[in-house]
Nanobody, 121 residues
């Protein structure tokens, strides 16, 4: 069984910083990519940032230059460093991983439970 456990959310003032962490555990053969999504009430979940097994990163335009995604591949941890936070960054942030639990199985998507990030103005 695969688990993604997030930590690091909280309340911060506009202009402040937070770092989210997500640790993957369980029966994992390989990870193709990991990323962070966010969701606010009444809106679709949106991709914030992702990082592939090769280290390629991708960001949504609204966070470029402010957020940085990184990983510790050996520990199966992905981080999201969020700087210059804005009230519009307020959301529940979800960790996502695309991974194989066996080499012969199709990769599947797994999700964390979500962590609240609130940015006050």
């Amino acid at each position: 069984q695969v688990q993604l456990v997030e930590s690091g959310g909280g309340l911060v003032q506009a202009g402040g910083s937070l770092r989210l962490s997500c640790a993957a555990s369980g029966s994992i053969f390989s990870i193709n990519y990991m990323g962070w999504y966010r969701q606010t009430p009444g809106k679709q979940r949106e991709l914030v940032a992702a990082i592939t097994s090769g280290g390629t990163t991708n960001y949504t335009d609204s966070v470029k230059g402010r957020f940085t995604i990184s990983r510790d591949a050996a520990k199966k941890i992905v981080y999201l460093q969020m700087n210059s936070l804005k009230p519009e960054d307020t959301a529940v942030y979800y960790c996502n991983a695309n991974l194989r639990i066996k080499f012969y199985l199709t990769p599947g998507n797994y999700w964390g439970q979500g962590t609240q990030v609130t940015v006050s103005s």
